[in-house]
């Protein structure tokens, strides 16, 4: 089936440093990438779609300069948190749409990222 | 706005007992999809259901379309505790839109 490597898994870095992260879809293209925040104990909340060659559009109440996205190919997404601070301490999730369709088929996510930020 | 209302969104019960997911809208969705989510991980499609009134079996686990594709349910019987995790409905407007997500509901199941 499809797969979406979602990498690092887990990353700690200190207050003011960039951290980017790394979706690359294995065995098919994704022309479209969905980036998810989650809490502790909540849901998924929809942070921006990126799509291959044209810029990510934005959720509403997501800083798009803090927040950069990049599809720059048809297998890779990535999400650089900015001039990172605690509260953007997180878990990051990306998510494609199936090759054969999201509607029918569901959606591949990746495997998470875990950030904290000290 | 939660355009996707969860329920319950805790549970927590005895092996061997029964359990219903309950996901209301009061948007017609052209899917609804449920995915389960273990601690540190990414959710995994469990099932898709398309049209109104479609019944899906995944072993014990029963899934239900309304009949207006507005709302959809998840039925596990005889609850194991190999079935603790979080439950996740989403559900699709058109196409390869966002999935819109409800609260999720965490169920444990006791030995």
């Known amino acids: 089936g499809a797969v979406v490597s979602q990498h690092p898994s887990r990353v700690i870095c200190k207050s003011g440093t960039s951290v980017k992260i790394e979706c690359r879809s294995l065995?098919?293209?994704?022309?479209?990438m969905f980036w998810y925040r989650q809490f502790p104990k909540q849901s998924l909340m929809l942070m921006a779609t990126?799509?291959?060659?044209?810029?990510?559009?934005?959720e509403q109440g997501v800083e798009k300069d803090k927040f950069l996205i990049n599809h720059a190919s048809l297998t890779l997404s990535t999400l650089t948190v900015t001039s990172a601070h605690p509260e953007d301490s997180s878990f990051y999730i990306c998510?494609?749409?199936?090759?054969?369709?999201?509607?029918?088929?569901?959606?591949?996510f990746g495997s998470g990222t875990r950030l904290t930020v000290v | 706005t939660q355009l996707l209302e969860q329920s319950p969104q805790f549970l927590s019960i005895q092996e061997g007992e029964n359990l219903t997911v309950y996901c209301n809208s009061s948007?017609?969705?052209?899917?609804l999809q449920w995915y389960r989510q273990e601690p540190g991980e990414g959710p995994v499609l469990l099932v898709t259901?398309?049209?109104?009134?479609e019944v899906k079996k995944l072993k014990r686990l029963t899934f239900q379309f309304g009949d207006a594709r507005k709302d959809s349910s998840l039925h596990i019987t005889a609850a194991q505790p190999g079935d603790t995790g979080l439950y996740l409905c989403?559900?699709?407007?058109?196409?390869?839109?966002?999935?819109?997500f409800g609260k999720g509901t965490r169920l444990s199941v006791i030995a």
């Open positions: 998510s494609a749409p199936s090759p054969t369709g999201g509607l029918n088929y569901g959606y591949t």
């Open positions: 065995d098919f293209q994704a022309t479209t």
């Open positions: 990126s799509n291959e060659g044209s810029k990510a559009t934005y």
């Open positions: 948007s017609v969705f052209s899917s």
């Open positions: 259901v398309v049209t109104g009134g």
């Open positions: 989403a559900g699709v407007k058109s196409g390869n839109t966002p999935l819109v």
